[in-house]
T-cell receptor
Framework: DAGITQSPRHKVTETGTPVTLRCHQTENHRYMYWYRQDPGHGLRLIHYSYGVKDTDKGEVSDGYSVSRSKTEDFLLTLESATSSQTSVYFC?????????????FGSGTRLTVV | SQKIEQNSEALNIQEGKTATLTCNYTNYSPAYLQWYRQDPGRGPVFLLLIRENEKEKRKERLKVTFDTTLKQSLFHITASQPADSATYLCALEAGSNSGYALNFGKGTSLLVTP
């Protein structure tokens, strides 16, 4: 499986401050995704990328922006964090799994907005 | 709207028995369906992909069925072990132009007791 590193692993921030989460992959995969996971809602897609500078919105994109200036890095930015954005954020890539394909997820970032 | 439904109630079974988890979906025309395992505090891990033309797929003690008429997938773990205790998620492709983005069910928690 691809190496995916998310940073930071934990963050506490104040309402109204900007926050950037980083997802780094080591194997040149084209497709990368950001999800948030909340109790009662499961995993929900925020944004995804299908190449350098190519991104699109997911189900819950309001309040979030993304950038991908290099293949290996996909950044998620909360321009002005709100308490409703307290969540666990997962990055994922799509890659071959033997004869099939599926996601490999990072370890997640637990974000608390106070 | 698109929905993926998994039994929200936890499934408790005894070691050695077969666990069966259900995934139902509406307003999807999936070419494939995926299953993931998630342990507390960690990202989901890919288990299996089953295609629309495959009725059944097996991997070690796992068996997945896919009925596109019933719009349902069943996930079986035979000879279950306490180490199988986790949350299991099913996932479908969000749309044909979604960069292979997946929508996930909320998951079913499985507890296998000795």
């Amino acid at each position: 499986d691809a190496g995916i590193t998310q940073s930071p692993r934990h963050k506490v921030t104040e309402t109204g401050t900007p926050v950037t989460l980083r997802c780094h992959q080591t194997e040149n995969h084209r497709y990368m995704y950001w999800y948030r996971q909340d109790p009662g809602h499961g995993l929900r897609l925020i944004h995804y990328s299908y190449g350098v500078k190519d991104t699109d919105k997911g189900e819950v994109s309001d309040g979030y922006s993304v950038s991908r200036s290099k293949t290996e890095d996909f950044l998620l930015t909360l321009e002005s964090a709100t308490s409703s954005q307290t969540s666990v954020y997962f990055c994922a890539i799509s890659e071959s799994k033997g004869q099939d394909y599926g996601y490999t997820f990072g370890s997640g970032t637990r974000l608390t907005v106070v | 709207s698109q929905k993926i439904e998994q039994n929200s109630e936890a499934l408790n079974i005894q070691e050695g028995k077969t666990a069966t988890l259900t995934c139902n979906y509406t307003n999807y025309s999936p070419a494939y369906l995926q299953w993931y395992r998630q342990d507390p505090g960690r990202g989901p891990v890919f288990l299996l992909l089953i295609r629309e033309n495959e009725k059944e797929k097996r991997k070690e003690r796992l068996k997945v069925t896919f009925d596109t008429t019933l719009k349902q997938s069943l996930f079986h773990i035979t000879a279950s072990q306490p180490a199988d205790s986790a949350t299991y998620l099913c996932a479908l492709e969000a749309g044909s132009n979604s960069g292979y983005a997946l929508n996930f069910g909320k998951g079913t928690s499985l507890l296998v007791t000795p």
